[in-house]
């Protein structure tokens, strides 16, 4: 996974590449992007910005709720 350590410290936080996102401070959407080396944050394509920016991941929420997969029902 690109974004662990994010993930362990952040529980909830988005961290699955490509997923919509919106940056609370500013209220614009985006989709969270591969990480580089050096970055402690989340690395976030925001819509109509040419390069991503790095976000505080307490700062980023899901555009719209997540998925979850429900199990197999068998009768």
């Not at 919509?20 to 591969?34: D, K, S």
């Amino acid at each position: 996974m690109a974004y662990d350590l994010i993930r362990q410290r952040y529980p909830g936080a988005p961290c699955a590449l490509g997923t919509r996102v919106r940056l609370t401070e500013t209220g614009e959407a985006g989709t969270i992007a591969p990480p580089r080396a050096g970055d402690d944050g989340l690395r976030v394509k925001v819509d109509g910005r040419f390069l991503p920016v790095v976000c505080d991941p307490s700062r980023v929420e899901y555009l719209r709720a997540p998925v979850i997969a429900l199990g197999e029902r068998r009768r």
